[in-house]
């Protein structure tokens, strides 16, 4: 009787622990991402090992996707060669990976405009405010779903080069 009373009890927890709200941190074993291609006319997002491509990712741009980035507030996706530099798991937009946009030149160029180049960034999921969001929508960041987002934040380490091209 004693035993049978464990047993439920301990049944009970395993069934309450199972309910719970399924982890956004994701586990990747596979081959190392060692370059993030973005091509934006195409609106897609490469991840490669080497030369052999891991996964493509559809993805939204800023809201204004034609041409580098500028300056703070124009809403575009910047160009160029950059990495990954930093990791946000509290993000608004779920998780994020944050770009090392603006590199030197970029400040230099928003400099002899005088302007600010802008910042912030990223990689990033919906969040609960853009569940659903069509078309281009940030303000500058790549977008992907929120489920994948966690394979990217799982395969994606810190110091990954990013190209994104026009």
Known sequence: MRFFRVFVALAVVGILASCGTPSKFRTYNGPEVTQI?????????YLYHHHQRLRTF???????PNGHKQYRGDRRTPEGDYF???R??????HLSIGISYPNVVDRARA??????PGGDIFIHGQGPR???ARGDWTDGCIA????QMEDIYAM???GTPIRIMP
């Open 37 to 45: 291609v973005v091509n934006k006319s195409a609106r897609r997002m």
């Open 58 to 64: 559809r993805v939204q741009l800023g809201g204004n």
């Open 84 to 86: 990954i530099d930093r």
């Open 88 to 93: 946000n798991p509290n993000s608004a937009f």
């Open 111 to 116: 400099q002899a405009n005088g302007r600010d």
């Open 130 to 132: 853009f569940q659903g």
């Open 144 to 147: 992907v779903t929120d489920r």
């Open 156 to 158: 994606v380490r810190d």
